[in-house]
T-cell receptor, first 113, second 111 residues
């Protein structure tokens, strides 16, 4: 089954404790993104990657890091999480940077205390 | 600045009561407009892509249309299972592949 998977699905952590949210897709897609979704603000892109070893900032990259060492994986790293990073996070992928549909993972609900 | 605005924010319908959701956009060089459905706590699920004014797409009780300034998602004879948040997104010209999302319309269909 074609899908985007994320882990963990739920995470409660404390300020400053480094964490990684994993994302993997099995569709051989070149383009992958991370979004956060907050009430009243909608979906905002954090980082994106057009291919292996090619990443760039989205609209809200502060406090986040990403890497793309393999085509299928695109982890999101929070080096020192803060409470304002409490949010619902989605990983997404699409075939390439052109105008094709994007597929989303199930989401990771992160709470930073 | 590229922008997407959806209206209404929330819509309550009785089962069988048809209606439309609106997505207005201002972008430099529209390359694609996308509709997604999102259930609470889940990832958005792709519904339609529209590429040019005049284009229409249908799927079961849903029909999406596109003009040069807006898109409509028409829901005909909705059922309670159509209750969800419907998101509109646009991809403008440029080479980032970025989608710009509206804030969504939350639809509730009562039996």
């Amino acid at each position: 089954e074609a899908q985007v998977t994320q882990n963990p699905r739920y995470l409660i952590t404390v300020t400053g404790k480094k964490l990684t949210v994993t994302c993997s897709q099995n569709m051989n897609h070149e383009y992958m993104s991370w979004y956060r979704q907050d009430p009243g603000l909608g979906l905002r892109q954090i980082y994106y990657s057009m291919n292996v070893e090619v990443t760039d900032k989205g609209d809200v990259p502060e406090g986040y890091k990403v890497s793309r060492k393999e085509k299928r994986n695109f982890p999101l790293i929070l080096e020192s999480p803060s409470p304002n990073q409490t949010s619902l996070y989605f990983c997404a992928s699409k075939r390439d940077r052109s105008y094709n549909e994007q597929f989303f993972g199930p989401g990771t609900r992160l709470t930073v205390l | 600045e590229d922008q997407v605005t959806q209206s209404p924010e929330a819509l309550r319908l009785q089962e069988g009561e048809s209606s439309s959701l609106n997505c207005s956009y201002t972008v430099s060089g529209l390359r694609g407009l996308f509709w997604y459905r999102q259930d609470p706590g889940k990832g958005p699920e792709f519904l339609f892509t529209l590429y040019s004014a005049g284009e229409e797409k249908e799927k079961e009780r849903l029909k999406a249309t596109l003009t040069k300034k807006e898109s409509f998602l028409h829901i005909t004879a909705p059922k309670p299972e159509d209750s969800a948040t419907y998101l509109c997104a646009v991809q403008a010209g440029g080479n980032t592949g970025k989608l710009i999302f509206g804030q969504g319309t939350t639809l509730q269909v009562k039996p």
